[in-house]
């Protein structure tokens, strides 16, 4: 039994959002199993349930410069470029915040499916 499986996902940036769909586990193999008469079988589907949780930490920084044009020239000059930083501080802003970003996946692996014999238990 083998298979693949992909995922995508899109979202705006500052949106939470959170996403879930349901699955059918399987295996692709088929079973034959001669019985009696009068036997009865049970067929145990089974896998490996996991799951994976990953934070991803964004940093966000503004950076390089202010294009100003002032009506009445500021320090003999009508243009003046402060940087970044100086206009974020002298307003009393951060410069830069921190977003965590959590994303939980789960899976199955290993799936099987086995048969037994109703009242014996028995493997068939």
Known sequence: MMGTTGFSYTTSWGESE???????????????TELLPGQAATAILSANKGALEVEVVHLAKLRGNVA???????????????????????????????????IKLGFYTDASLKVYDKISGQPL
């Open 18 to 32: 959170e996403r879930s769909e349901t699955i059918t586990i399987g295996t692709a193999s088929g079973v034959e």
């Open 68 to 102: 100003v044009n002032f009506k009445i020239p500021y320090k003999g000059h009508h243009f003046w470029v402060p940087s970044i930083d100086g206009v974020m501080k002298s307003g009393g802003l951060e410069n830069e915040v921190i977003i965590k970003e959590t």
